[in-house]
């Protein structure tokens, strides 16, 4: 007569009258010995539902592997344009009265600051002039295509000034570039823009977070 078989192991049940049960017998026994070992080991175990660990905890952990990707723990600074002297970059580039745009520098920002929230801070840029000229100085920071800051320099005054508003993050690149504008009357001469100095004031720290990101390697 012909066997049946249970729906999950595909254990054999003979039926009445059968003959040579210990063939079906012995060959079921063989398979719950198979699967109660791997049901011991949790390489074995089929995660298929949610488990409430009832406030317990799982110790003695050597790690947790994700097959595509890593934990990374980050932290950051979120400044806003301050006091506080946090860089100086020497350079030195001359304004034509009234010429064009002129780059001045470009910088990044550090990765310790925050990558996910905008930061600011104040520009400050020295500057002299080989006659006396009564054009202002406008300066421009941009991060890519996204101006971020404008400021001015007015003609009698040394120190050109510009808090930046529209925020940068971890790891942006900064340019400022420069125009001297044309005044009435107006007085050929140049400008020489130099030092430049970035100011802030702490607004915030991050806290030491774990973010998942993807591996590039």
Same mark, same amino acid.
């Given at each position: 007569?012909?066997?049946?078989?249970?729906?999950?192991?595909?254990?054999?049940?003979?039926?009445?009258?059968?003959?040579?049960?210990?063939?079906?017998?012995?060959?079921?026994?063989?398979?719950?010995?198979?699967?109660?070992?791997?049901?011991?080991?949790?390489?074995?175990?089929?995660?298929?539902?949610?488990? /409430?660990?009832?406030?317990? #905890? $799982? !110790?003695?952990?050597?790690?947790? &592997?994700?097959?595509?990707?890593?934990?990374?723990? %980050?932290?950051?600074?979120?400044?806003?344009?301050?006091?506080?002297?946090?860089?100086?970059?020497?350079?030195?580039?001359?304004?034509?009265?009234?010429?064009?745009?002129?780059?001045?520098?470009?910088?990044?920002?550090?990765?310790?600051?925050?990558?996910?929230?905008?930061?600011?801070?104040?520009?400050?840029?020295?500057?002299?002039?080989? /006659?006396?000229?009564?054009? #202002? $100085? !406008?300066?421009?920071?941009?991060? &890519?295509?996204?101006?971020?800051?404008?400021?001015? %320099?007015?003609?009698?005054?040394?120190?050109?000034?510009?808090?930046?508003?529209?925020?940068?993050?971890?790891?942006?690149?900064?340019?400022?570039?420069?125009?001297?504008?044309?005044?009435?009357?107006?007085?050929?001469?140049?400008?020489?823009?130099?030092?430049?100095?970035?100011?802030?004031?702490?607004?915030?720290?991050?806290?030491?977070?774990?973010?998942?990101?993807?591996?590039?390697?």
């Amino acid at each position: 007569m012909a066997s049946t078989y249970t729906p999950k192991l595909n254990l054999a049940k003979p039926a009445h009258g059968d003959v040579d049960w210990h063939i079906p017998i012995n060959g079921n026994w063989d398979k719950i010995d198979t699967e109660l070992d791997k049901a011991l080991k949790i390489s074995g175990t089929t995660i298929d539902a949610d488990k /409430n660990w009832n406030g317990k #905890n $799982i !110790t003695n952990l050597g790690g947790i &592997g994700i097959p595509t990707r890593h934990v990374e723990v %980050g932290s950051g600074f979120v400044d806003v344009p301050g006091n506080v002297l946090r860089k100086t970059i020497s350079f030195t580039k001359v304004l034509e009265v009234g010429g064009d745009w002129v780059h001045l520098l470009t910088f990044s920002v550090p990765n310790d600051y925050a990558n996910d929230i905008d930061s600011n801070c104040r520009i400050l840029l020295s500057r002299t002039t080989t /006659n006396y000229v009564n054009q #202002n $100085i !406008t300066v421009e920071a941009y991060v &890519g295509d996204k101006r971020i800051g404008t400021g001015s %320099g007015a003609y009698n005054s040394g120190t050109i000034t510009m808090d930046t508003t529209g925020g940068f993050r971890a790891g942006d690149t900064i340019s400022l570039r420069g125009k001297c504008l044309t005044g009435s009357p107006h007085y050929p001469g140049t400008h020489t823009v130099s030092n430049c100095r970035i100011l802030s004031d702490r607004h915030t720290s991050i806290p030491l977070v774990a973010r998942y990101v993807e591996k590039t390697w």
